[in-house]
């Protein structure tokens, strides 16, 4: 069955610290794979995706990940965080076989402290 | 986004009563969808339609129904509210044909539904 884990709940880092928020996969199909940011009150922005080729991908707002595809896992880096990036970010999974469904993790919440 | 929205944006309703939740895109897109987000969990999948006449049912459809009535309309109904209901509704689009968003999703703003 398809499913998304983000294992931290919530993430307190200090302003210009380096982050990394953790999502792993599970997925029976090639993964398309997404990470979404929601501001408080917000909809959901896409910050990056990756559907094939570079396994190293780059999104808005200086936010990277990497596909690993030995491991299921895509994590969400940011080498110095701003207060701004306080959000609620969530992991997903989707593929064009099942009708571009997607599956979101539970979402990780993140607090920057100045 | 302005390109999804969502109306009505807040929502107080009672036990029991009938509720219809509207989404209306401009970006041409065939497909759409409705999800549920609670603390904790996540979004969860409600409905999915690829065109007017393709609706299929996703993870958490009990409860709900929905109507395509245009390929840029796409209306979620709680026949008979009832309280475990009360959640942040989100309605997103999707582009089938081959594209640099091919599979990406857009998302409206959001309507907040609290059931009494």
């Known amino acids: 069955a398809q499913s998304v884990t983000q294992p931290d709940i919530h993430i307190t880092v200090s302003e210009g610290a380096s982050l990394e928020l953790r999502c792993n996969y599970s997925y029976g199909a090639t993964p398309y794979l997404f990470w979404y940011v929601q501001s408080p009150g917000q909809g959901l922005q896409l910050l990056l995706k990756y559907f094939s080729g570079d396994t190293l991908v780059q999104g808005i707002k200086g936010f990277e990940a990497e596909f690993k595809r030995s491991q299921s896992s895509f994590n969400l880096r940011k080498p110095s965080v701003h207060w701004s990036d306080a959000a609620e970010y969530f992991c997903?999974?989707?593929?064009?076989?099942?009708?571009?469904?997607?599956?979101f993790g539970t979402g990780t919440s993140l607090t920057v402290i100045p | 986004d302005a390109d999804v929205t969502q109306t009505p944006r807040n929502r107080i309703t009672k036990t029991g009563k009938r509720i219809m939740l509207e989404c209306s895109q401009t970006k041409g897109h065939d497909r759409m969808y409705w999800y549920r987000q609670d603390p904790g969990l996540g979004l969860r999948l409600i409905y999915y339609s690829f065109d007017v006449k393709d609706i299929n049912k996703g993870e958490i459809s009990d409860g709900y129904s929905v109507s395509r009535q245009a390929q840029a309309k796409f209306s979620l109904s709680l026949e008979s509210a009832i309280p475990n209901q009360t959640a942040l509704y989100f309605c997103a689009t999707s582009d089938s044909r081959a594209g640099s968003s091919y599979n990406e999703q857009f998302f409206g703003p959001g309507t907040r539904l609290t059931v009494l």
């Open positions: 997903a999974v989707g593929a064009a076989n099942t009708g571009n469904q997607f599956y």
